[in-house]
């Protein structure tokens, strides 16, 4: 080998060795150019885009609901780098939540009379959670831009120099929702990556895994009625996704249900408190 193509080689390996990284709970080999603290950067930058185009809620039953799961999941997602913040909009039509890199949480009050309690709600999150814990943001503005021009653009936007649907992309990208314009569902390998990772927190966090199956069900018999919720254009939801859920409860209940409990389905966490009796 000539020592030119050395050298060319050896920095194709460099850069592999620095952007191939494994995903946490799965051990997927993933590719992304974005480093994690770049991510969250992009992340919290398109929140705050979020949050002034929304009407916010930021008191009463449902907000202390979200806030209550929500804090219930960040406490076992083990993501000591991420600065969690929680926002409840106020949109009944829009059944929808999503979870940016770094821990920043909307929930649409349109999805919560399908998740119904916080079991319900806590899947919801836990599946979001899942994609911002697996770098799913990072990976996704990796794949939509290109490998050459991931970082360049990440840095255009974190200098809010995007506009239009390079801006929509990478919104879109980061996991912002239909809502930005550009309609990109996560993959496959993705949402299935986010569903087991979302089932492990949920458990973790003392919520029966059951549930997840039981909220697609009902996501599922939505969409055939009509309507179907925004968070189905970016998670398809069918049997086999059910049954691939169906499938890991036994599992995950054993490995991550607390410790203290009786690793079986123990009626009392479903009110999301141990009763003292009383
Ligand atoms: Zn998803």
């Not at 999503?98 to 909307?106: E, R, S, V």
């Not at 209940?253 to 607390?258: A, L, V």
Request: charged share 20%.
């Amino acid at each position: 080998m000539k020592t030119s193509h050395r050298v060319l080689a050896a920095a194709a390996i460099g850069l592999l060795f620095v952007s191939c990284q494994t995903a946490p709970y799965t051990g997927r080999k993933q590719f992304m150019l974005i480093s994690a603290a770049t991510e969250a950067q992009m992340g919290a930058q398109a929140y705050q885009e979020v949050k002034t185009k929304s009407t916010l809620v930021q008191s009463g039953p449902q907000y202390d609901q979200m806030i209550r799961v929500g804090k219930r999941i960040a406490a076992v997602a083990d993501e000591p780098d991420f600065e969690w913040e929680f926002s409840l909009i106020k949109d009944d039509k829009t059944a929808n939540a999503f979870c940016l890199p770094g821990g920043k949480i909307a929930v649409y009050t349109g999805i919560l009379p399908i998740t119904q309690s916080d079991e319900g709600l806590a899947v919801v999150l836990g599946h979001e959670i899942g994609h911002a814990v697996e770098h799913h943001g990072a990976e996704r503005v990796t794949q939509q831009t290109g490998a050459d021009l991931a970082l360049g653009v990440a840095d255009q936007f974190l200098t809010g120099g995007t506009s239009g649907t390079t801006h929509s992309l990478v919104m879109s990208a980061l996991g912002a929702g239909a809502q930005f314009g550009v309609l990109l569902p996560f993959s496959r390998t993705q949402e299935s990556e986010a569903d087991h990772v979302g089932l492990i927190l949920m458990t973790k966090a003392g919520y029966p895994p059951e549930e997840a199956a039981a909220f697609w069900k009902r996501m599922t018999a939505k969409a055939g009625a009509g309507a179907p919720p925004e968070f189905l254009s970016d998670h398809p939801s069918d049997e086999k996704r059910i049954a691939a859920i169906e499938g890991w409860i036994p599992e995950v209940k054993s490995q991550y249900s607390p410790i203290g409990t009786s690793r079986t389905d123990d009626p009392s966490l479903r009110r999301g408190k141990k009763s003292n009796g009383r």
